[in-house]
Each structure stands twice: as structure tokens, then as C-alpha cells.
């Protein structure tokens, strides 16, 4: 089973989960604070953290940058529609370094599935021919 996913498709894929996983929230709470933090909380975080593991797996070249692009779209969406300004910067800041933990370990098991996955197969052709 090959991947022929282009490294730059799979780059705008990440970018645009971070960026939908900030503005659906956004968008779906009224700009209502403790609705929002709702809706991210159980909804994009684990969409992101899946969707790292699921990029891993499509292009297991480079989980990390897919984690990271991810974090990179949520982030600059998140600074652009910061509301009261930008006083928890520094706190935000140490918050997604946790979730980059998560976001990178998500990816790199979707990019190990898949080496393990391709390894069954290059093994069964063999066996086949």
C-alpha cells in the first residue's frame, strides 16, 4: 500500500484543520467566551489531535510538521480573533506546547501504523509471487 500524497497537499490540509478547528467554534458560539472554549474543548481539540494521527498515517514522512501546521492554523486564528487582548499570550504559549506533545505523538502513531501496514504488505507480496 503506497501513499501518493503530495507533502504540500498534506501541509494545506494541516493548515486548514487548524484553521477550521479555531473558526467553527468561533463561529457556531456567538463570539460568547465560555460557549466557545465548549465547543473547542470537546470538539476541535480532539478533531485535531485525530486529524494529526490521520495526516501521520497519509504521509508518514514527516508527522511532526503535519502536528505542527495544525497547531500553526489554530494558533494564528486564535491571536486574530483574541478577544481582550493579548494579556494570556505567555500562558497560551506554555498551553500549546503541551498540546504539541499530543499533537506529535497523535502523528507519529498514524505515520508508525502506516510503516507497520506497508511492512505486512511488502511481506505478503513476497509471499505472493
Known amino acids: 500500500m503506497r501513499h501518493m500524497w503530495s507533502?504540500?497537499?498534506v501541509l494545506a490540509a494541516a493548515l486548514l484543520v487548524g484553521i477550521s478547528a479555531q473558526l467553527i467554534p468561533?463561529?457556531?458560539s456567538g463570539r460568547e467566551p465560555?460557549?466557545?472554549a465548549m465547543f473547542w474543548v470537546f470538539g476541535s481539540f480532539p478533531a485535531m489531535i485525530i486529524a494529526s494521527g490521520i495526516l501521520g498515517f497519509i504521509a508518514p514522512s514527516h508527522p511532526?510538521?503535519?502536528a505542527i501546521a495544525?497547531?500553526?492554523g489554530d494558533f494564528v486564528?486564535?491571536?486574530l480573533t483574541a478577544q481582550g487582548g493579548l494579556n494570556l499570550l505567555p500562558i497560551g504559549l506554555l498551553l500549546y506546547a503541551v498540546y504539541a506533545i499530543l499533537y506529535i505523538l497523535a502523528g507519529h502513531v498514524g505515520a508508525f501504523i502506516c510503516r507497520r501496514v506497508n511492512k505486512a504488505d511488502n511481506g505478503?507480496?513476497?509471499r505472493n509471487l
Do not use: P, V
Open 64 to 66: 511532526t510538521l503535519w
Open 77 to 79: 486564528i486564535g491571536l
Open 7 to 9: 507533502n504540500k497537499i
Open 34 to 36: 465560555d460557549t466557545e
Open 124 to 126: 505478503s507480496e513476497k
Open 26 to 28: 468561533h463561529l457556531i
Open 70 to 72: 495544525i497547531m500553526l
